[in-house]
């Protein structure tokens, strides 16, 4: 299991430290490939920028939690809950690649094949089978939705956030969309570039 340590930081932090990381609900494994922070009150992008509401309570909580929205009336969107409590900081996870139950994954994504199954958040959930009532469960927990360790990733791209032209001119060209390098699995490949490479010294 993953150490709650680990994610109380500011989602700057945390975002690219989970790429790579996996989510598992039952027969589906995911490997978290592109993520978004989140950066709390003071980012106009932020769903706690507008305050506390019963919507983004779990934003507000204990990290390694879920924050899960309903998109538009039709999305699932699952974000890990980051930072210390009442900081209102998560990263949405964007995309992943299918680890294991990749049959279940095309059965509930209408038959789909290749990084079209998963790149987009709301494709994210709808492979995860996942509903607000999951918002606020303990992803570090012994059951059902879970974020596990997973391979160190090698390479890190970074851009702006995807959809968020209700923000500021600021938030909106802030580089904080991060991205495994090397992979289809990525929904917004333009206008990524490399963040950092493993050190291959020491």
């Given amino acids: 299991m993953l150490d709650r340590e680990a994610l109380r930081r500011p989602a700057l932090d945390c975002a690219p430290w989970l ?5 598992r609900r039952g027969p589906v494994t995911l490997r978290i490939t592109e993520v978004e922070a989140y950066c709390g ?3 106009t992008a932020a769903h706690t920028a507008k305050g506390r509401t019963a919507r ?7 990290p390694g939690h879920a924050y899960i929205y309903l998109c538009y009336g039709l999305h699932n969107m699952v ?15 964007r995309a992943c690649e299918v680890v294991s139950g990749l049959t279940e994954v095309q059965r509930r994504r209408g038959g789909r094949s290749g990084p079209s199954l998963l790149t987009g958040p709301g ?29 160190e990733v090698e390479e890190v791209l970074v851009g702006p956030r995807v959809g ?5 001119e600021e938030h909106r060209q802030a580089l904080w969309r991060f991205a495994v ?10 206008g990524l570039q490399v963040l950092r490479r493993k050190s291959t010294t020491g």
């Fill in 19 to 23: 790429l790579g990381k996996l989510l």
């Fill in 41 to 43: 009150p003071t980012d």
């Fill in 56 to 62: 983004n309570e779990p934003m507000w909580g204990e």
């Fill in 79 to 93: 974000n890990v809950v980051c930072a210390d409590v009442g900081e209102g900081e998560a990263c949405l996870v």
């Fill in 123 to 151: 494709k994210v959930g709808q492979a995860l089978e996942l509903s607000t009532a999951l918002s606020g469960h303990d992803l570090l927990g012994e059951e059902g939705l879970q974020l596990l360790p997973g391979p």
């Fill in 164 to 168: 968020i032209d209700y923000a500021t």
């Fill in 181 to 190: 390098a090397g992979t289809r699995w990525v929904s917004h490949p333009k």
